[in-house]
């Protein structure tokens, strides 16, 4: 293999492949990036087994072929390189050795067979459909704070996607909880997800796919089993395993009747919970919500007797109740209803889940189990 590329073209794949490799790594291979060359393409493949991205970059080849060599080590030689150079990259099968050459930098990585390297993304998956880029930002900026990271229950680390019904209209749902909060967005199904299985997206193929759509601008090609998804860019395709698991009936903790409204502003209330939360402890970070007609009045204490105290305006006609919550579960809701929009609390009593909305949109909904303080 014998390629020259552009430092930036090839700098911008690297860094999204590398990202999927783990850095310790008990069999040699998953330590590579797999590059293969030809027709004036290179592509580059990197897996952790669970979950692989492939990505192509025009280039001039001189002499197509494929190798493997160590992701990181290469991408962090390609980043210290100059801007503007050129990079020529030469393999030779026979001497189990990769070269990289730019101006006068010379490096020579280790190669590892090609055929040792692994491969996720061959089946045919069935059911696809496709997204906006904004949409699929929602849906996964409007969750993933609420993805559990205790290993015990895996079938809660990821976000559920499945199709269902709001009233008579299907529509795409996507759903996370840690037995905390909860967080649940929605959206009209789009054309072709009928009939899609309901699946778990593991929080890691979440962070790596939230990556790739912020560089992109146009539609998202989601496709799916019931044991892979698969989302495909512009030159770049991530393939997934997904958690083998059953997500639990979470309908049943969003609870119907809560009727003690309260409408906030949303940035002035984030504001002002960030302010009070600077004195409650790094363990509980808890934070007392004190409502009376139209006042809400944020407070925290610390152990070693500092207090805070703020009042807020709100629109809150209900009986006086106190309620506490985790200050940055309340940050976290707090941060996706947006500035200048109101969020509405629906609470029942100091003890039971309260629901917040976002009152300027109704695809949103979000469930936070309160503190005792």
Do not use: W
Request: charged content about 25%; hydrophobic content about 40%; aromatic content about 4%.
């Amino acid at each position: 293999m014998k390629i020259t590329i552009d430092r930036a073209a090839l700098l911008k794949p690297l860094a999204h492949v590398q990202s999927v490799v783990e850095r310790r790594n008990t069999i040699p291979i998953l330590a590579n990036v797999l590059l293969r060359a030809g027709d004036g393409t290179l592509s580059l493949t990197a897996t952790d087994m669970d979950l692989d991205v492939v990505e192509s970059v025009g280039c001039s080849v001189d002499q197509p072929g494929q190798t493997t060599v160590p992701a990181h080590t290469l991408y962090e030689i390609v980043r210290k390189l100059p801007d503007g150079s050129e990079v020529e990259l030469v393999a030779n099968g026979d001497s189990g050795r990769m070269s990289i050459r730019a101006g006068r930098s010379n490096f020579s990585l280790p190669t590892l067979p090609v055929e040792e390297f692994p491969a996720l993304s061959g089946d045919t998956l069935p059911i696809g459909f496709v997204l906006s880029a904004a949409d699929a930002k929602t849906l996964i900026d409007r969750t993933r704070f609420a993805i559990s990271t205790e290993e015990t229950r895996y079938y809660l680390n990821g976000i559920y996607l499945h199709e269902t019904k709001a009233g008579e209209m299907p529509v795409l749902r996507a759903v996370a909880t840690d037995g905390h909060r909860l967080a649940r967005v929605q959206m009209p199904l789009p054309s072709g997800a009928a009939g899609m299985p309901s699946v778990i997206v593991p929080r890691k193929a979440v962070q790596e796919i939230r990556k790739l759509i912020e560089e992109t601008d146009g539609d998202v090609q989601v496709s799916l089993n019931d044991n892979k998804l698969r989302v495909a860019f512009e030159t770049t395709v991530l393939t997934t395993k997904l958690i083998d698991g059953t997500f639990p009936d979470y309908e049943r903790v969003i609870p119907a009747g809560n009727d003690k409204l309260m409408r906030v502003e949303s940035s002035s209330f984030k504001r002002a919970v960030d302010r009070v939360a600077t004195i409650s402890t790094e363990k509980s970070r808890s934070v007392k919500l004190s409502l009376a007609s139209g006042t809400l009045t944020l407070s925290a204490n610390s152990p070693d007797n500092a207090q805070a105290t703020e009042e807020v305006d709100v629109d809150y006609g209900a009986s006086p109740i106190e309620i506490g919550f985790n200050s940055r579960y309340l940050l976290d809701i707090a941060d996706q209803i947006d500035n200048g929009s109101k969020a509405v609390f629906a609470m029942a009593d100091a003890a039971s889940p309260t629901v917040v909305t976002d009152e300027s949109d109704d695809g949103a909904l979000y469930v936070l189990m309160p503190m005792r303080v």
